[in-house]
């Protein structure tokens, strides 16, 4: 079973199934894919984080998010860090990544991984409603590389038509041939580097070749949720926030789904949790680890007091000083029949990143420095070769010390809340997995330089009218979306049932979501 945001992407994965691969070559070559058919949200250039779990075996998380430049100091951002352009990006994550996973867990040639996406790039892709309006606001963002890139004669493309990135297609038979260090110290990395001396970035060659040293495997968080052990990546990641969110209303009964109760209490967790990571969360490097402090059973209980007040006014909540952003990321998940495992969560920040394409590659590079802080003392100050807190969090479920279910979504930090209320709809209200991702959602109204609100609450329209009513009576600022509303993410999951082994799939319909089996 092979879930992505777009039905191309899950069927570049599914070929690698189809021709004896397994999981993790299915999984590389659809993260290569949805770079091509989504390239404002995702591509080689980007950063991201993977979990997997072996086939009987234990779940491992492997990092590869991006690291701030050498010359990524705080007095070369006096305004802040700039939200695009070129001393926007970090050094890149996302290829070394991708490679790594594959040289250790896959199968087949990275040659023939990167197939589809080379395919999807030089035959081009149909642009979507989705897309195009993913891409609405793109020409005022772009650099005259990227705008001759992705637009036609300056304009979005219309739904319908035909994009195509032959640049982007040669940049991946070249890796095809000569592997991640066509990236990190080689020819890409040289123009990539070049462009950045002449128009004032600051990723440098040594930024590069000094990378795939960072791509380590690091033990998975846990916590156990009513019987089942949900595992995630560790700091610099926010997934804390999730498991933490989920110790929280363990102590509860959740009522009616969604229900004023089961909404009300899993707002107040999540929104407790975040002002936890954003107080602790940083690069283990450099910031000392709190996980185990946020999800003792003493801390636990505090907020569970908190939360279990009546909501009136702001009683029951905490103060909390929060960024965030409106960002652009993708999740993706394959499991094979042997039990192997994967998700990846993986972005370029905003929208196209930072808006900058290498001449001549069709790579669009990240804007991960916009996420540090200027704050001194903040755990993500920024700071030569650091990582700052990603808000990505790929889950893995394990039941009865196997396999179980992968969950995973883009939404900034959105994404916390949205996959908290995933689990809570697999594991306290029994639904099936695409109705799980597809039931109503919310999360807080929060942005990048705001603090976290103490009562916005943005929910879609498909809630009972009755919940709406009830979370405004309880003091909530409620913010209606539509329907379908991207701002609560894109979710993508799979469920393995554990009697027979057989697959379930769900793809978002947020998005172009699309599950495919094998």
Known sequence: MVATANPLASLAGVRMLAAGGNAVDAIVAAAAAIGVVEPYMSGLAGCGTAMVTPPGGRPRALVFLGVAPTGATSDRFPGGPPDGGYASPAVPGNLAGWTRLLAEYGTRPLAEVLGPAIELAEGGIPVTPFDRLQMQDAPARLSPEAAANYLHDGRVPEPGAILRQPDLAASFRAIAADGPGFLYGGPLGQRLAALMRERGGLITEDDLRAYP??????????????????????????????????????GFDLGEHLGPRHIALLAEAVRLARVDTDRYVGDPDRVPSHVAQV???????????????????????????????????????????????????????????????????????????????????????????????WPIAPIQLHRDGAFWATVGTPGSFGILATTAQVVVNLVDFGLNVQDAVGAPRFRWADDVGNALPADRIMMEARFPEATRQAMA??????????????????????????????????????????????
Request: proline fraction near 7%; charged fraction near 20%; aromatic fraction near 6%.
């Open 295 to 389: 999800l003792s059973d003493a801390h636990v209980a505090e907020l569970r007091a908190q939360v279990g007040r009546e909501r009136g006014g702001s009683g029951g909540l905490a103060d909390g000083d929060s960024g965030a952003a409106y960002g652009s990321t993708t999740h993706l998940a394959a499991v094979d029949g042997n039990g192997l495992a994967v998700n990846i969560t993986h972005s370029l920040g905003s929208v196209f990143g930072s808006g900058v394409v290498v001449p001549g590659t069709g790579v669009c590079l990240n804007n991960a420095l916009h996420w540090f802080s200027m704050k001194p003392g903040h755990p993500n100050e920024v700071a030569p070769g650091k990582m700052h807190e």
């Open 213 to 250: 040293e960072r791509v380590r495997w690091v033990e998975p968080i846990r916590a156990d949720y009513r019987g089942v052990s949900v595992y995630a990546p560790p700091p610099p990641t926010s997934a804390v926030q999730v498991l933490e969110a989920l110790r929280i209303v363990e």
């Open 473 to 518: 009576a309880r003091g909530y600022t409620v913010e209606p979306l539509g329907d379908w509303s991207m701002r609560v993410g894109g979710c993508q999951a799979i469920v393995r049932d554990p009697a027979s082994g057989w697959l379930a799939g769900a793809g978002d319909p947020r998005r172009n979501g699309y599950a495919i089996g094998w």
